[in-house]
């Protein structure tokens, strides 16, 4: 047996793959290299900085350095004739005008040792490009990926663009999978779908923090991604040990953007854990995602485009808040379909209701672009119901096509007698009310405390979804 012939082809193939690796080199040195422009800080209005001389696309981040500061990072949000209009993502004390703004070099992907058809390129992608991966895992980051936890520096995480291409709306999975949440009033009359997205309708201080924390810890998910969008600093410490745990924060990534940070932030905080969400989906992961709140996103991109001069429309809102809001919803959901080695993105948004008001146009906004809502009523929380959902008020969209046939006759029956009870309540408690006059309502008034029973549920209580149908079809059973 001759050996000398496959280790010749051997060398030869390593010389070819050498010879395309000093090919692309060479095609390198050849590329001529385009020379950035520099900027000049000419006014800070408000939140906005305007600098001429520098041709940067909108979405492209740029540097502002004044003498004896540190950078300040800044995103292109408009322009006029030639002058840019950026927004910071930090502080601007010190800076002075004249200050320079260099936009950000595009990323440039080095060539690959001997791979073919892939010469050196410099990519057009100005846009930011933030850690993404499993280090991110049991990690608390800013928006700028930036860890906040004090336990190092991330590894295992490489930086992606935080823009993503839309996936098709004929190439996405259906949703066809019923989704266990651990939370009873939700699995047995709001029955939620892998990749569905819904809406937590809420004012303050009914709750809304702990049904996510419950949600967080019982849902069936590889992946949670918590963005914590606009809320109070102090709430980012306290989900995390309090109300997510540490077998929830283990498979978890939390992205914390608090009330004091710039508009921007906020804005980019909500679209960094959407990205991270992506990432784990096109991996095949379940993911789980919880952003609290859809609200204080809107009320960023409110700040931006107020000031930059775009004209308010509905009730403060400019017309950019209500195009932003389903750009951001419409990214999660399911992936490709079947055989594409792609997951979901089960997602749930908290949406402010100001003064209680369900007619806010944000909520009624969003209402519109996603997949179902679930309410909670500020009454049932004052009268110690917990967790406070309104099934009245709140659907799930998906429902009939993830429940089965008996699940969902029985929630509508269940639905029928609660409308039936609460419209007699105050008969009830004026002691008006006799029994045997009405049939159905008799049978409402009978199984009311066994119907509360089964909507309230202990923060620390999980119920599983099986256990919850079975429960509320055994209870209709007795109707």
């Known amino acids: 047996m001759n050996i000398a012939t496959p280790l010749a082809e051997r060398l030869a193939q390593r010389g070819t793959r050498w010879q395309r690796w000093l090919a692309d080199l060479q095609s390198y040195a050849e590329l001529p290299q385009p020379l950035e422009s520099t900027g000049t800080l000419l006014r800070v209005t408000g939140l906005v900085l305007e600098a001429a001389g520098i041709r940067a696309p909108v979405g492209s981040v740029c540097e502002v350095r004044s003498e004896g500061q540190p950078p300040v990072l800044a995103e292109v949000v408009g322009f ?118 819904l809406g937590l309708f809420a004012g303050t201080g009914v709750g809304k923090s702990v049904l996510l924390g419950m949600m967080a810890r019982y ?17 980012v410490k306290e989900f995390i040990e309090d109300i997510l745990g540490d077998e929830g924060r283990a498979r978890s990534v939390v992205v914390a953007a608090p009330a004091d940070a710039p508009p921007l932030v906020r804005l980019q905080g909500a679209g960094y854990a959407t990205a991270i969400a992506e990432h784990f989906r096109d991996r095949g992961k379940h993911v789980l995602l919880l952003m609290d709140s859809l609200t204080r996103y809107a009320m960023a991109q409110r700040e931006i485009a107020l000031a930059i001069g775009e004209p308010p429309a509905t009730k403060g809102y400019p017309p950019s808040v209500f195009a932003k809001l389903p750009q951001l919803v419409e990214r999660s959901g399911n992936g490709m379909g079947a055989g594409s080695g792609q997951g979901s993105i089960t997602a749930f948004y908290t949406v402010l209701t100001e003064g209680d008001d369900p007619q806010d146009p944000i909520a009624d906004a969003a209402r519109g672009i996603l997949d179902g809502h679930i309410v909670l009523s500020r009454e049932l929380a004052e009268g110690g119901h917990f967790p406070a959902i309104d099934v009245e008020k709140s659907v799930s969209r998906v429902m009939t096509s993830v429940a089965a046939r008996e699940h969902q006759l029985a929630a509508r029956r269940m639905r029928q007698l609660l409308a039936k009870v609460n419209k007699a309540r105050d008969l009830i408690q004026l002691g008006a009310y006799q029994p045997g006059h009405d049939a159905e309502l008799d049978t409402a008034v009978r199984l009311q405390p066994a119907m509360l029973e089964l909507l309230q549920q202990d923060m620390h209580e999980r119920s599983p979804l099986d256990a919850a149908r079975g429960q509320l079809c055994h209870l209709m059973n007795l109707a």
């Open 219 to 235: 849902t069936q998910a590889d992946v949670i991604v918590v963005g914590l969008i606009g809320e109070r600093g102090r709430e």
């Open 80 to 197: 006029n004739g030639d002058r840019a209009f950026l927004m910071p993502t930090g502080e601007l004390h010190g800076l002075a005008s004249g200050a320079r703004v260099l936009p950000r070099p595009a990323p440039q992907q080095p060539p690959r040792f001997g791979h073919e058809n892939h010469p050196w390129r410099r990519s057009e992608d100005r846009g930011l490009h933030l850690p993404m991966g499993e280090g991110l895992l049991g990690r608390v980051v800013d928006s700028h990926g930036q860890p906040l936890d004090r336990l190092g520096p991330i590894s295992a995480a490489l930086p992606e663009p935080m823009v993503r291409r839309p996936i098709n709306a004929m190439d996405r999975d259906p949703i066809r999978t019923p989704l266990d949440t651990g939370v009873r009033a939700i699995n047995a009359l709001l029955t939620v779908g892998r990749g569905q997205r």
